[in-house]
Protein backbone atom coordinates (compact mmCIF):
# COMPACT_ATOMS: atom_id res chain seq x y z
CA UNK A 1 0.00 0.00 0.00
CA UNK A 2 0.96 3.64 -0.11
CA UNK A 3 3.42 4.93 2.62
CA UNK A 4 4.88 8.86 2.73
CA UNK A 5 6.85 9.03 5.75
CA UNK A 6 8.57 12.44 7.07
CA UNK A 7 11.79 12.47 9.32
CA UNK A 8 14.17 14.89 10.81
CA UNK A 9 12.06 17.48 11.96
CA UNK A 10 13.23 18.81 15.41
CA UNK A 11 14.15 21.50 17.49
CA UNK A 12 16.77 24.24 16.05
CA UNK A 13 17.30 27.48 16.99
CA UNK A 14 16.44 30.74 15.13
CA UNK A 15 18.91 30.91 12.32
CA UNK A 16 20.06 27.45 11.93
CA UNK A 17 19.32 24.86 9.48
CA UNK A 18 17.62 21.56 9.14
CA UNK A 19 17.35 19.04 6.44
CA UNK A 20 13.60 16.89 5.81
CA UNK A 21 13.31 13.61 4.26
CA UNK A 22 10.19 11.96 3.01
CA UNK A 23 10.42 8.39 1.74
CA UNK A 24 7.84 7.18 -0.27
CA UNK A 25 6.68 3.30 -1.10
CA UNK A 26 3.52 1.97 -2.61
CA UNK A 27 3.53 4.13 -5.89
CA UNK A 28 5.55 5.16 -9.12
CA UNK A 29 7.04 7.92 -7.24
CA UNK A 30 8.73 9.27 -10.26
CA UNK A 31 5.95 9.95 -12.19
CA UNK A 32 4.37 11.95 -9.39
CA UNK A 33 4.72 15.70 -8.69
CA UNK A 34 6.01 16.16 -4.99
CA UNK A 35 4.64 19.00 -2.38
CA UNK A 36 6.11 20.54 1.17
CA UNK A 37 3.13 21.79 2.87
CA UNK A 38 3.06 22.96 6.62
CA UNK A 39 1.10 23.73 9.22
CA UNK A 40 1.78 25.54 12.37
CA UNK A 41 0.09 24.72 15.69
CA UNK A 42 -3.61 25.07 15.86
CA UNK A 43 -3.20 27.04 12.35
CA UNK A 44 -4.42 26.03 8.81
CA UNK A 45 -2.62 24.36 6.14
CA UNK A 46 0.38 26.34 4.22
CA UNK A 47 1.69 25.05 1.17
CA UNK A 48 5.41 25.59 1.34
CA UNK A 49 7.18 24.46 -1.95
CA UNK A 50 6.59 21.96 -4.94
CA UNK A 51 9.08 19.60 -7.29
CA UNK A 52 8.14 18.60 -10.92
CA UNK A 53 8.18 14.86 -11.57
CA UNK A 54 11.92 14.86 -13.09
CA UNK A 55 12.99 17.74 -10.54
CA UNK A 56 13.26 20.29 -12.88
CA UNK A 57 10.85 22.59 -12.06
CA UNK A 58 10.29 23.73 -8.74
CA UNK A 59 8.10 26.51 -6.62
CA UNK A 60 8.18 28.13 -3.72
CA UNK A 61 5.77 30.10 -1.18
CA UNK A 62 7.38 33.97 -0.57
CA UNK A 63 7.58 33.18 3.12
CA UNK A 64 10.62 30.70 2.00
CA UNK A 65 11.67 31.89 -0.97
CA UNK A 66 15.87 31.86 -0.70
CA UNK A 67 15.69 29.99 2.65
CA UNK A 68 14.39 26.37 1.62
CA UNK A 69 15.08 24.01 -1.39
CA UNK A 70 13.22 20.91 -3.05
CA UNK A 71 14.83 18.51 -4.26
CA UNK A 72 14.53 14.79 -5.19
CA UNK A 73 16.03 11.32 -5.58
CA UNK A 74 13.63 9.51 -7.52
CA UNK A 75 16.31 6.40 -7.59
CA UNK A 76 15.52 6.19 -3.96
CA UNK A 77 11.99 7.34 -4.10
CA UNK A 78 12.56 10.11 -1.87
CA UNK A 79 12.04 13.79 -1.38
CA UNK A 80 14.09 16.34 1.04
CA UNK A 81 13.63 19.96 2.13
CA UNK A 82 16.79 21.83 3.23
CA UNK A 83 15.88 24.40 5.19
CA UNK A 84 18.11 27.33 6.40
CA UNK A 85 17.89 30.84 7.98
CA UNK A 86 14.92 29.26 10.36
CA UNK A 87 12.36 31.62 11.83
CA UNK A 88 10.38 31.08 15.10
CA UNK A 89 7.21 31.37 12.60
CA UNK A 90 8.74 28.12 10.97
CA UNK A 91 7.87 26.44 13.32
CA UNK A 92 4.84 24.08 12.06
CA UNK A 93 4.18 20.07 10.93
CA UNK A 94 5.64 19.69 7.61
CA UNK A 95 3.94 17.14 5.32
CA UNK A 96 5.03 15.36 2.64
CA UNK A 97 2.33 15.12 -0.03
CA UNK A 98 2.07 12.91 -3.23
CA UNK A 99 0.08 15.23 -5.76
CA UNK A 100 -3.16 16.08 -4.18
CA UNK A 101 -3.84 12.43 -2.88
CA UNK A 102 -0.83 10.92 -0.31
CA UNK A 103 0.28 12.73 2.94
CA UNK A 104 2.48 11.47 5.67
CA UNK A 105 1.92 11.77 8.82
CA UNK A 106 4.40 14.89 9.36
CA UNK A 107 7.61 15.56 11.14
CA UNK A 108 7.63 18.40 13.51
CA UNK A 109 10.07 21.70 12.96
CA UNK A 110 10.44 23.79 16.02
CA UNK A 111 12.41 27.16 15.92
CA UNK A 112 12.88 28.98 19.38
CA UNK A 113 15.65 29.85 21.51
CA UNK B 1 -1.32 34.89 -5.48
CA UNK B 2 -4.82 33.47 -5.67
CA UNK B 3 -6.43 33.85 -2.04
CA UNK B 4 -8.81 31.70 -1.09
CA UNK B 5 -11.62 32.64 1.17
CA UNK B 6 -13.84 30.42 2.83
CA UNK B 7 -17.06 30.82 4.55
CA UNK B 8 -18.31 30.24 7.40
CA UNK B 9 -15.23 29.65 9.78
CA UNK B 10 -17.71 27.61 11.54
CA UNK B 11 -20.45 25.53 11.72
CA UNK B 12 -22.92 23.47 13.71
CA UNK B 13 -25.59 21.06 12.35
CA UNK B 14 -27.43 18.59 13.89
CA UNK B 15 -27.32 15.26 12.98
CA UNK B 16 -28.68 13.93 9.42
CA UNK B 17 -29.13 17.51 8.72
CA UNK B 18 -27.48 19.17 5.47
CA UNK B 19 -24.09 20.98 5.99
CA UNK B 20 -22.71 23.65 3.34
CA UNK B 21 -19.80 25.17 3.43
CA UNK B 22 -18.62 27.62 0.84
CA UNK B 23 -15.05 28.55 -0.73
CA UNK B 24 -14.62 31.37 -3.16
CA UNK B 25 -11.01 32.15 -5.20
CA UNK B 26 -9.82 35.78 -5.92
CA UNK B 27 -10.06 34.64 -10.00
CA UNK B 28 -10.81 32.11 -11.58
CA UNK B 29 -9.84 29.05 -11.39
CA UNK B 30 -11.33 27.00 -14.41
CA UNK B 31 -8.61 26.21 -17.03
CA UNK B 32 -9.51 26.93 -20.44
CA UNK B 33 -7.08 24.23 -21.72
CA UNK B 34 -9.24 21.40 -20.57
CA UNK B 35 -12.20 23.16 -19.15
CA UNK B 36 -11.77 21.86 -15.14
CA UNK B 37 -12.03 23.80 -11.82
CA UNK B 38 -8.81 23.25 -10.23
CA UNK B 39 -10.27 23.02 -6.90
CA UNK B 40 -10.22 20.27 -4.06
CA UNK B 41 -11.66 20.16 -1.01
CA UNK B 42 -9.56 17.83 2.22
CA UNK B 43 -10.93 16.66 5.75
CA UNK B 44 -8.98 17.00 8.46
CA UNK B 45 -9.55 15.24 12.00
CA UNK B 46 -7.19 15.85 15.10
CA UNK B 47 -4.25 14.33 15.43
CA UNK B 48 -4.28 13.02 11.08
CA UNK B 49 -3.16 14.85 8.02
CA UNK B 50 -6.05 16.29 5.91
CA UNK B 51 -7.60 13.26 3.60
CA UNK B 52 -8.58 14.43 -0.03
CA UNK B 53 -12.58 14.40 -0.24
CA UNK B 54 -12.87 15.77 -3.96
CA UNK B 55 -10.91 17.00 -6.94
CA UNK B 56 -11.66 18.75 -10.14
CA UNK B 57 -14.23 20.54 -8.15
CA UNK B 58 -16.50 17.95 -8.09
CA UNK B 59 -14.87 14.23 -8.65
CA UNK B 60 -15.13 12.51 -5.53
CA UNK B 61 -12.22 10.44 -4.40
CA UNK B 62 -12.53 6.35 -4.82
CA UNK B 63 -14.14 5.59 -1.28
CA UNK B 64 -15.53 8.49 -0.12
CA UNK B 65 -18.95 8.47 0.87
CA UNK B 66 -21.38 9.56 -1.56
CA UNK B 67 -23.08 12.12 0.61
CA UNK B 68 -20.16 14.35 -0.28
CA UNK B 69 -20.20 16.32 -3.36
CA UNK B 70 -18.84 19.66 -4.85
CA UNK B 71 -19.98 21.68 -6.77
CA UNK B 72 -19.35 25.62 -8.46
CA UNK B 73 -17.35 26.76 -11.02
CA UNK B 74 -14.72 29.81 -11.79
CA UNK B 75 -14.33 31.95 -8.94
CA UNK B 76 -17.50 30.15 -6.21
CA UNK B 77 -17.30 26.57 -4.92
CA UNK B 78 -19.30 24.30 -2.21
CA UNK B 79 -19.36 21.48 -0.58
CA UNK B 80 -21.96 19.90 0.49
CA UNK B 81 -22.54 16.75 3.13
CA UNK B 82 -26.04 16.12 2.67
CA UNK B 83 -26.91 14.08 5.37
CA UNK B 84 -24.47 14.57 8.69
CA UNK B 85 -22.93 11.86 10.43
CA UNK B 86 -21.14 12.20 13.78
CA UNK B 87 -17.74 10.87 11.85
CA UNK B 88 -18.05 14.25 9.68
CA UNK B 89 -16.74 15.99 12.51
CA UNK B 90 -13.89 17.40 11.46
CA UNK B 91 -12.02 20.37 9.85
CA UNK B 92 -12.47 21.30 5.98
CA UNK B 93 -10.03 22.84 3.85
CA UNK B 94 -10.43 23.82 -0.04
CA UNK B 95 -7.07 24.76 -1.53
CA UNK B 96 -6.69 25.95 -5.46
CA UNK B 97 -3.97 24.60 -7.67
CA UNK B 98 -4.46 27.00 -10.52
CA UNK B 99 -0.92 28.42 -9.77
CA UNK B 100 1.03 26.74 -7.01
CA UNK B 101 -1.32 25.77 -4.37
CA UNK B 102 -3.72 28.00 -1.74
CA UNK B 103 -5.63 27.07 1.23
CA UNK B 104 -8.66 28.26 2.78
CA UNK B 105 -8.77 29.29 6.10
CA UNK B 106 -10.86 26.11 7.56
CA UNK B 107 -14.33 25.33 8.51
CA UNK B 108 -15.05 23.83 11.49
CA UNK B 109 -17.88 21.65 11.34
CA UNK B 110 -19.49 20.67 14.47
CA UNK B 111 -22.47 18.30 15.86
CA UNK B 112 -25.51 20.65 16.88
Known amino acids: QVQVVESGGGLVKPGGSLRLSCAASGFTFSGYYMSWIRQAPGKGLEWVSYIGSNGSTTHYADSVKGRFSISRDNAKNSLYLQMSGLRVEDTALYYC??????WGPGTLVTVSS | DIVMTQSPDSLAVSLGERATINCKSSQSILHSSNNKNFLAWYQQKPGQPPNLLIYWASTRKSGVPDRFSGSGSGTDFTLTISSLQAEDVAVYYC????????FGQGTKLEIK
Open chain 2, 95 to 102: QQYYTTYT
Open chain 1, 97 to 102: VSGLEY
